[in-house]
Each structure stands twice: as structure tokens, then as C-alpha cells.
């Protein structure tokens, strides 16, 4: 198999980085864990993997780049994942009560709606466009082989799955979990303040 290892290195390294950086992300998976609702986590997880590789695909055969100029469905799609961001911000919000705290151990969630948000944060985040785009704009010459871009993207969607998985299971400890049942109300309004003004940035941004 024909693969340069110095480009697959870097741009795994440099994909750490990404993926470690607190954010959006980070705040749906950890929510998700220390609420008791581990099966939501899990489905966020992948879906961010997933999202995460179809932009990196994406990036690789040059149409993320060409979706970035596109300003109206850049614009849409960026005003699109703000809302979502904020509906979840909200909803944090107003499910945050004391009584929701006790006894969190049966709540397993869904792992369908939570590869589905996780999927949707990913995709409506312009910052995950740029990221891949600078990033493999810069690191993988179009001559790099065929072998080294899937390594790369395996790399990459391995690393995605390894992170969170790590936060999945910090975040569904015992301790964690006892100090949630403490002060979960203030952790999840937290989570939905930093996820809603995110999505407002977002906004913002193209109005």
C-alpha cells in the first residue's frame, strides 16, 4: 500500500487539536453522558464522526470549497444550524428541573435522535467547513495518493470517535453522575447558554 506517512501524521495531529477544542460539540456529548442518557451520547458521537467525514470527503474532491462560495447556501446553511443550535440551547433551558436530577440512571435516551443531533451540529457549523477546508487545503497536495487521503479520513473518524467516546464515559462516572443529580439544573442551563449563544453567533453572522 502506497501512503506518505509525514502528511497522514500531521494531519491527524493537527485533527486533535480540532476535535479536543471546547465547543459545540463537546457540550452536546458531555450533556448528553452526565444526564444519564448514554445511548443519546453514543448516537451524537457517530453522528459527529459522520458528519465530520463527509466534509473531509468533501474537502478531498474539492466541493466544500466550492460550497463556501456559494454565499446564499453558505448563508443558509449557517443560519439553519444557528437555529438549531438555539432550539437546543432552549430546550436545555426549560427541561431543567430539580426533579429531572434524581435518579438519572434509567435514562438511556435515543440513539437515533442522538445521531441525529449530532449529525445536524456538525453539518450547520461553517467552522467545521473551514476547519477541513484549511486544513487539508494545506496538508494533502492533490498529488497525495489514494491510500494516504483514506488513511487520513480513517484516522480522522477514529480520532472523532475516540475523543468522545473518552468524555462519554469520564462524564458517566459515578462522581459525575452524583454531581449532576447535585447541580444539574445549573449545568444544564450552562450547556444550553453556551450552545444558544453559539447558535446566535452563528446568526449574527450572516444577517
Do not use: H
Request: proline share 3%.
Amino acid at each position: 500500500m502506497d501512503f506518505d506517512l509525514p502528511i497522514i501524521a500531521t494531519a491527524l495531529g493537527l485533527y486533535v487539536a480540532g476535535v479536543v477544542s471546547p465547543g459545540p460539540n463537546f457540550a452536546l456529548v458531555s450533556r448528553m453522558a452526565v444526564s444519564g442518557a448514554k445511548q443519546s451520547a453514543i448516537g451524537a458521537t457517530m453522528g459527529l464522526a459522520f458528519a465530520s467525514t463527509l466534509y473531509a470527503i468533501l474537502t478531498m474532491t474539492g466541493l466544500a470549497l466550492l460550497l463556501t462560495r456559494i454565499g446564499w447556501l453558505s448563508a443558509g446553511l449557517q443560519i439553519a444550524g444557528g437555529c438549531y443550535l438555539v432550539y437546543l440551547g432552549l430546550k436545555a433551558w426549560l427541561n431543567a428541573n430539580p426533579s429531572t436530577y434524581k435518579n438519572t440512571s434509567g435514562s438511556v435516551g435515543s440513539l437515533w435522535s442522538g445521531l441525529r443531533s449530532g449529525a445536524i451540529v456538525n453539518l450547520a457549523n461553517p467552522k467545521c467547513i473551514a476547519f477541513f477546508v484549511s486544513l487539508y487545503a494545506v496538508v494533502i497536495p492533490t498529488s497525495a495518493t489514494a491510500s494516504t487521503k483514506f488513511l487520513v479520513l480513517a484516522g480522522g473518524f477514529l480520532l472523532e470517535i475516540t475523543w468522545y467516546g473518552l468524555v462519554i464515559v469520564l462524564f458517566s462516572t459515578s462522581p459525575a453522575r452524583r454531581i449532576f443529580e447535585r447541580v444539574g439544573i445549573w449545568i444544564e442551563r450552562a450547556v444550553g447558554t453556551i450552545l444558544a449563544g453559539f447558535g446566535l453567533r452563528l446568526i449574527v453572522e450572516k444577517l
